[in-house]
């Protein structure tokens, strides 16, 4: 079992920023990346940013290019996301999840064996 708390979500206004982070533990060699995701009232959960624990290779959703940034500190078991010029839409539960990468085709897509619980980010325009 991998444990997951996540912590820094908050309210802040358009243009701002967030870091919301996000600690392991327990069996975390069994987790070979971890991720965020994020879920708005009404909406299905989404994946945002996903990164591999070993080289630090990074995934990122549409929405999240050029504007967050996922990293990891390893000593620490901890996976950080720095949202910046933050927008309403983006408003939603944020969610860390640990897990692995999978290929299809060409497109590498992140799997979730573990969730940890959310934390709230809201946007105010």
């Known amino acids: 079992q991998v444990q997951l708390v996540a912590s820094g979500g908050g309210l802040v206004q358009a243009g701002g920023s967030l870091r919301p982070s996000c600690v392991a533990s327990g069996r975390t060699f069994s987790s070979s990346a971890m991720g965020w995701f994020r879920q708005a009232p009404g909406k299905e959960r989404e994946f945002v940013a996903g990164i591999i624990w070993s080289g630090g290779s990074t995934l990122y959703a549409d929405s999240a290019k050029g504007r967050f940034t996922i990293s990891r500190d390893n000593a620490k078991n901890t996976v950080y996301l720095q949202m910046n010029n933050l927008k309403p839409e983006d408003t939603a539960v944020y969610y860390c999840?640990?897990?692995?990468?999978?290929?299809?085709?060409?497109?590498?897509?992140?799997?979730?064996?573990?969730w940890g619980q959310g934390t709230q980010v809201t946007v105010s325009s």
């Open positions: 999840a640990a897990g692995h990468t999978i290929r299809v085709g060409g497109t590498i897509t992140f799997v979730s064996d573990y």
